[in-house]
């Protein structure tokens, strides 16, 4: 998990107030059951390299291209999730609860 940076305005005091969490962060999308995928899931997909085989994937988050990514530990290439369809990726679990890929 990573440090999550908050700021938020506080309309009596007219200032921001900041907080920090541990956590990961929301990709801002769904997967095909309208679940959200977020840093650390693990999701599975058929059809994403062009071989139609079911993968499990880990969801990255590459900081200087501030981009989501779908990462199979033996492709060359990351996937970037936002160019997935996702009506065929499922979140089936995350890093965090002990799953793997």
Same mark, same amino acid.
């Not at 990573?2 to 005091?13: A, G, H, M, V």
């Not at 959200?36 to 997909?45: L, M, N, P, T």
């Given at each position: 998990m990573?440090?999550?940076?908050? !700021?938020?305005?506080?309309? #009596?005091?007219r200032e921001f107030t900041y907080q920090e969490y541990d956590g990961s962060l929301?990709? =801002?999308?769904?997967?095909?059951? =309208?679940?959200?995928?977020? #840093? =650390?899931?693990?999701? #599975?997909?058929e059809g994403v390299d062009n071989d139609m085989k !079911?993968?499990?994937?880990?969801i990255?988050?590459?900081? #200087?291209?501030?981009?989501?990514?779908?990462y199979y530990p033996k492709?060359?290439?990351?996937n970037r999730l936002t160019l997935i369809d996702n009506s065929i990726i499922e979140v089936v679990g995350n890093i965090y609860v002990g799953d793997s890929l």
């Open positions: 990573k440090k999550i940076k908050f !700021r938020r305005w506080n309309q #009596e005091t929301f990709s =801002g999308l769904k997967d095909k059951n =309208g679940v959200d995928i977020y #840093e =650390g899931d693990i999701v #599975e997909s !079911r993968k499990k994937y880990l990255t988050r590459n900081d #200087e291209n501030t981009c989501f990514y779908m492709a060359t290439e990351l």
